[in-house]
């Protein structure tokens, strides 16, 4: 049973870091890409950071551009995203998602799984 299940979310100040994990069970990692998207409350699914862990080639949207950085540990099967520099406009619940690709995956309508979310607040 595919399953992917986020973790580290919380409440951060403006400038401040946090770091997400995906843990993936019931698959390996290698030939999947791992997105990371968003959803703020009234607004669409954005997309985050996309790794292909096929070819280590990664995506990052133009609003977290230099600020986050995705990540594997294959020993954990896990995937990592760094936030650093965060804003009040980060805040929403950050999903991660998987789907059997060569290549990164932007859109979300092509991920075949996801997790149940972690919620990220950047407030003062």
């Known amino acids: 049973q595919v399953q992917l299940v986020e973790s580290g979310g919380g409440l951060v100040q403006p400038g401040g870091s946090l770091r997400l994990s995906c843990v993936a069970s019931?698959?390996?990692?290698?030939?999947?890409?791992i997105g990371w998207f968003r959803q703020a409350p009234g607004k669409e699914r954005e997309g985050v950071s996309c790794?292909?862990?096929?070819?280590?080639?990664?995506y990052y949207s133009d609003s977290v551009k230099g600020r986050f950085t995705i990540s594997r540990d294959n020993a954990k099967n896990t995937v990592y995203l760094q936030m650093n520099s965060l804003k009040v406009e980060d805040t929403a619940v950050y999903y991660c998602?998987?789907?059997?690709?060569?290549?990164?995956?932007?859109?979300?309508?092509?991920?075949?799984?996801w997790g149940q979310g972690t919620q990220v607040t950047v407030s003062s």
């Open positions: 019931g698959f390996t990692l290698d030939y999947y890409a």
């Open positions: 790794l292909s862990l096929s070819d280590g080639s990664t």
């Open positions: 998602a998987a789907v059997r690709s060569w290549v990164v995956v932007r859109h979300p309508y092509e991920y075949d799984y």
